[in-house]
């Protein structure tokens, strides 16, 4: 490989891959846009490493990456210059069956990366469709209308389609967010609900995520249900930025959060709880690695993801953080990582743990 797999994969999630009119029975189908994330992207396996790259906004448009097939291979180029070779993970066998009332499984839950099951039971939010209160970097509306998904999933196909996934295709760990409802609990009753149900029919490790609950009971409920892990996403830090580009979610205090996440930690264990930081926001490096210092230090794995600007939504024009941006904040927050011997190799299950949307843990 000709540059550093830290750089590659670094600026790869920055600048995106340009997928110029490549056959889908090439380039696989292992991709998706819109939803609740990671969206526009496509899993790429580069050298072990799956990762997930932009290949569908603008920014990938512009991309020095493409790809040249070569016979039956697939090369990385950077600037028409062969770098590494790729591949692209095949398309599940589980997409391929579907519920006894006639649902696709791919609309239930999705493969993220290579071994990661994904949905989101619930794919509408109360702040979604106001301006006023909406996240503007969030397409959880897009997929539904496209109809590429359902807007409820029962716990009833979650866990038809998690055994499935589990039997047919090796998944080994589950994430299921949430659109926010508007009830006091954040969807963590709900989310309960499914886990029981997936575990009574496999055993698969899964993370949940949502918002911090109106009591923090629901952490001891959602863990007898058999969830193993909990993911409360800040997204950003800084009560500016939040303000601006997550007004809806600003609404809820950041200290709120943190009350949150030590209380979580109790009921999940030191390194089971983790956030979403998307870098590229508005946050500064110094607030980025001030805050996943005061996250670590409770026991609160910070996920920090490059921000990706997604067609179709008010900031489908954002800038992507730069390269240069990343890998600093990446350098700081391993290094953090290390010294309280934190990694996202022993979190059970969730997004950390599968790591393809960053490349926070190949700093750790």
Wanted: glycine letters at 6%.
């Amino acid at each position: 490989m000709n540059i550093n797999k830290q750089q590659l994969i670094t600026e790869l999630q920055t600048k995106g891959l340009q997928l110029v009119d490549r056959p889908s029975e090439q380039i696989g189908t292992n991709g998706r846009k819109g939803g609740a994330g990671p969206s526009d992207h496509k899993a790429i396996a580069i050298d072990g490493t799956t990762v997930m790259v932009p290949v569908f906004n603008s920014v990938a448009s512009q991309s020095p990456y493409s790809i040249n097939i070569d016979q039956d291979d697939l090369i990385l180029q950077l600037d028409e210059k062969a770098i590494a070779p790729i591949s692209f993970p095949k398309s599940p066998n589980f997409y391929n069956l579907t519920t006894s009332d006639g649902i696709p499984y791919w609309k239930i839950a999705l493969l993220h990366s290579h071994d990661v099951l994904a949905t989101t039971v619930l794919q509408t939010c109360m702040r979604y469709n106001h301006t006023e209160t909406s996240c503007q970097f969030c397409a959880i509306g897009q997929s539904l209308e496209a109809d590429r998904t359902i807007a409820r999933k029962t716990p009833t196909q979650l866990a038809e389609v998690a055994e499935a996934a589990v039997r047919l295709d090796g998944v080994k760990n589950m994430v299921m967010t949430t659109g926010t409802p508007n009830i006091s609990d954040r969807g963590a009753a709900y989310l309960t609900e499914c886990a029981k149900a997936i575990k009574a029919k496999v055993d698969i490790p899964i993370q949940a995520q949502c918002e911090p609950p109106d009591d923090f009971i629901w952490f001891e409920r959602m863990k007898a249900a058999g969830i193993d892990t909990l993911g409360m996403h800040l997204e950003a830090a800084d009560p500016q930025v939040r303000a601006k580009i997550m007004a809806g979610k600003a609404s809820v205090p950041l200290e709120y959060y943190f009350e949150a996440f030590a209380e979580a930690v109790k009921v999940f264990g030191w390194g089971q709880v983790s956030t979403y930081l998307l870098a590229g926001l508005g946050d500064s490096l110094e607030t980025l690695v001030t805050t996943c210092d005061r996250l670590i230090s409770i026991g609160v794995y910070p996920f920090v993801v490059p921000f990706v600007p997604i067609s179709g939504t008010p900031l489908a024009n954002h800038p992507a953080p730069s390269t240069e941006f990343m890998f600093s904040v990446y350098e700081q927050v391993g290094a953090l990582l290390k010294r309280s011997q934190m990694s996202s190799a022993d979190i059970k299950a969730g997004c950390a743990k599968c790591g393809a949307c960053s490349a926070l843990s190949l700093f750790e």
